[in-house]
Nanobody
């Protein structure tokens, strides 16, 4: 499966962005999906994940809980990350990831994912 992330850009603190991750090659229906991010000079970190179905279970990093929402539309073969109340510390390259076999207890471990998008840059200015 090929993943294409988009929707990044520059926004002021307090603003919003919606990232999309469009898949091609295979249906995403059987894949658990996640967003990770990598800030300059830092390691990549988990942001959010969603189970296989539309409206499936979700989980968030504490740093984004209450501000970010992950969702998916399996008919559109796309996963979204709605980011509200953005902060300068949210500045990073955001990556989507997919895997069919990752277990829920390991959903935040980047090593569990076989498929990655190319990343989209989000810059939040103060």
């Amino acid at each position: 499966v090929q993943l294409q992330a988009s929707g990044g850009g520059m926004v002021q603190a307090g603003g919003s962005l919606r990232l999309s991750c469009a898949a091609s090659g295979r249906s995403l229906r059987s894949y658990r999906m996640a967003w990770f991010r990598q800030a300059p000079g830092k390691e990549r970190e988990f942001v959010a994940a969603i189970d296989r179905s539309n409206g499936g279970n979700t989980i968030y990093a504490d740093s984004v809980k209450g501000r970010f929402t992950i969702s998916r539309d399996n008919t559109e073969n796309t996963v979204y990350l709605q980011m509200n109340s953005l902060k300068p510390e949210d500045t990073a390259v955001y990556y989507c990831a997919a895997d069919r076999n990752v277990i829920w207890s390991m959903i935040g471990a980047e090593g569990q994912y076989d498929y990655w998008g190319q990343g989209t840059l989000v810059t939040v200015s103060s």
